[in-house]
Every structure is written in structure tokens, then in C-alpha cells.
């Protein structure tokens, strides 16, 4: 009997998994810059044309969307993911976000009901920070996502219309987003931070003989760790 329940328990499981990868699909921006996973459910739709400096794509159903930015940023891509990854991993201000946020998606915003950060926060997503953002203005609310890596940032505004909170999977497909030199950036990273103990540690060394030589010099035992 423990044996069927076990077998029982261990396909439901399974099927689970399988009905939850059976229910998203994915879709990479037409740069080739980045790729994102939302549900099954939805159509994806090119927005932007294939030369646009900036691309635009929207997936989502008449109960919710999700419209994706991906935007060139040549200020950024020279410099070491370490440090982009510092630069943007402080909360952004309500004013940041507010500018990041342009007026899209908020019919109600305007002068008599202007668009106000409801909520913000910056987490972690395979090392790299991802800034978040509640927006609303009147009775529209809208969840926005910031992604910054060397040489572009990829934007995200999720809006229900079903009356419904989607904000858990609006948040699921925000953090779905990987990039397609993740691991190249992951690998300079990781290079960077090893020389960077490395050139530490040889430092200390150094500045430890610096003084058991001057404590030679002066006479005195040098002074034990």
C-alpha cells in the first residue's frame, strides 16, 4: 500500500512538472539580445521594426500583458559586469522609476490623477540586480521591471485587465529573462573577482614582510598574526 502511495505521489509530481513546463513558452527579443518565459496562453507580438534602435514585443491575452523594452545603451558596453552590476543594484527612486515608466500602459494618468509609485524594490536574479516598480494612477495599476547588462537594458510593463491580481505572474515572467552572454559576463565576473582577491592578498603579504623587515631593522621581534 506505502509502495502505491509512494508511485502515486511520484507521478502526480511528475505530471505537475510536466503540465508546468508544458505552460510557457519562450521568446527572444529580435536583437538576440535577450530571451524571456511567460504562459502558453498568451500570443507574443513584434512591435517594432527590425531596424529600430530600440525593440519592442508584447506578450499577453485580454486578461493581462507584458510589454518588453530592450534598449541600447553604448555608455555601458565596455564596462565590467561587476560594475554595472554595483552600479544598479541600489533602489531606485520613485523618480526613476516614474521616468523608466514613460506614461505607458496608464490611460488614468493625466493631471487630475498623475502616475505615483505604489511599491518598489531591487532583488537578485542570477547575480544581477532587477529593479521593480508598482505604478498606479487612479484605478490602473501597472508592475514594471528594470534589467540592466553591458550595452542594453531590458524594460517590462505588466498591466491586467480582468480586474484580477496577475502580479505574482507578471513578476514570474520578469524574472524568467536571461541574457545570451550571461555566462560570458558570469565568466568575466568571476575572473575579475579572483584577481581582485589575488592582488589582495599579495598586497597583505607585501605590507607583512614591509614590516618584519622595518621590526628587523629597529631590533624588535616582529609582531606575531
Not at 518588453?68 to 565596455?78: H, L
Not at 559586469?81 to 506614461?103: C, I, N, W, Y
Request: glycine residues 6%; neutral net charge.
Amino acid at each position: 500500500m506505502k509502495h502505491t502511495i509512494a508511485l502515486a505521489l511520484a507521478l502526480g509530481v511528475f505530471a505537475s512538472g510536466l503540465a508546468m513546463a508544458q505552460a510557457t513558452k519562450s521568446y527572444s527579443e529580435p536583437k538576440g539580445r535577450f530571451s524571456i518565459s511567460y504562459p502558453a496562453k498568451w500570443p507574443a507580438d513584434l512591435m517594432s521594426k527590425p531596424d529600430s534602435p530600440t525593440t519592442e514585443f508584447v506578450v499577453g491575452g485580454a486578461d493581462a500583458e507584458c510589454w518588453f523594452i530592450g534598449i541600447d545603451r553604448a555608455e555601458w558596453a565596455s564596462a565590467k559586469p561587476t560594475d554595472v552590476r554595483r552600479t544598479f543594484s541600489e533602489k531606485f527612486t520613485d523618480q526613476k522609476l516614474l521616468e523608466a515608466f514613460e506614461g505607458r500602459m496608464l490611460s488614468g494618468a493625466g493631471k487630475d490623477t498623475p502616475a505615483k509609485v505604489t511599491a518598489s524594490s531591487v532583488e537578485t536574479l542570477n547575480n544581477w540586480p532587477v529593479q521593480f516598480g508598482e505604478i498606479q494612477a487612479g484605478a490602473d495599476r501597472l508592475m514594471v521591471a528594470i534589467h540592466t547588462r553591458p550595452g542594453f537594458e531590458a524594460r517590462s510593463f505588466c498591466k491586467a485587465y480582468d480586474g484580477k491580481d496577475h502580479n505574482a505572474e507578471f513578476k514570474a515572467v520578469a524574472l524568467s529573462l536571461t541574457a545570451a552572454r550571461d555566462a560570458e559576463w558570469e565568466a568575466q565576473a568571476q575572473e575579475w573577482e579572483a584577481k581582485k582577491a589575488a592582488a589582495s592578498a599579495a598586497n597583505a603579504e607585501a605590507e607583512k614582510q614591509k614590516a618584519e623587515q622595518e621590526a628587523k631593522k629597529a631590533g624588535k621581534k616582529p609582531r606575531k598574526e
